[in-house]
T-cell receptor, first 112, second 113 residues
Framework: GQNIDQPTEMTATEGAIVQINCTYQ??????LFWYQQHAGEAPTFLSY????GLEEKGRFSSFLSRSKGYSYLLLKELQMKDSASYLC?????????????FGAGTRLAVHP | DVKVTQSSRYLVKRTGEKVFLECVQD?????MFWYRQDPGLGLRLIYF???????EKGDIPEGYSVSREKKERFSLILESASTNQTSMYLC????????????FGPGTRLTVL
């Protein structure tokens, strides 16, 4: 079957570093996305990994290990505006089509 | 910037009504998607389309249908709304070739009474 797990909630302090983990089990893995979603707004694209390793983009980095079915999103120098839900999504090839399978999301609260 | 718009941010309908949710994208994307988002369940794919007049069922198509008469427009139809279809509905689009990042609209919060 297909399954994506990530923690439901996390809290962190402004200026700190936080790591949001995602584990997945899919039959036709073809890449992994991270999206940010502020309350009441649309998800917006943060990062994409298809090969093992770390992708860095400013304060945000994303890591992938395909053999372990594991990814994490690393947020550095946290700001209050980083309070949001972070969605892990796996691109799964099914019947010739690529579909995204989303985790339930991790709600991050950043405190002063 | 890619822009995906949805016809309504909030909608209240009664059980049994026919409901149309419209989505328009302005980037000439081939692919369009409809999801619903419920607390604790994440985004679940209802239907998607890879071309005009083409549609494919997603993971939860029951109770829904779609229409794609033009490339930029993808409509979600609830033939007879039920209370368990109360949810946030999100439309997304992407181009076919790599990278096929999906871009989302602002969502429609539908309440069925």
């Amino acid at each position: 079957g297909q399954n994506i797990d990530q923690p439901t909630e996390m809290t962190a302090t402004e200026g700190a570093i936080v790591q949001i983990n995602c584990t997945y089990q899919t039959s036709g893995f073809n890449g992994l996305f991270w999206y940010q979603q502020h309350a009441g707004e649309a998800p917006t694209f943060l990062s994409y990994n298809v090969l093992d390793g770390l992708e860095e983009k400013g304060r945000f980095s994303s890591f992938l290990s395909r053999s372990k079915g594991y990814s994490y999103l690393l947020l550095k120098e946290l700001q209050m505006k980083d309070s949001a839900s972070y969605l892990c999504a796996v691109r799964d090839q099914d019947g010739g089509y690529n579909k995204l399978i989303f985790g339930a999301g991790t709600r991050l609260a950043v405190h002063p | 910037d890619v822009k995906v718009t949805q016809s309504s941010r909030y909608l209240v309908k009664r059980t049994g009504e026919k409901v149309f949710l419209e989505c328009v994208q302005d980037m000439d994307h081939e692919n369009m998607f409809w999801y619903r988002q419920d607390p604790g369940l994440g985004l679940r794919l209802i239907y998607f389309s890879y071309d005009v007049k083409m549609k494919e069922k997603g993971d939860i198509p029951e109770g829904y249908s779609v229409s794609r008469e033009k490339k930029e427009r993808f409509s979600l139809i609830l033939e007879s709304a039920s209370t368990n279809q109360t949810s946030m509905y999100l439309c997304a689009s992407s181009r076919t070739r790599f990278p096929d990042t999906q871009y989302f609209g602002p969502g429609t919060r539908l309440t069925v009474l």
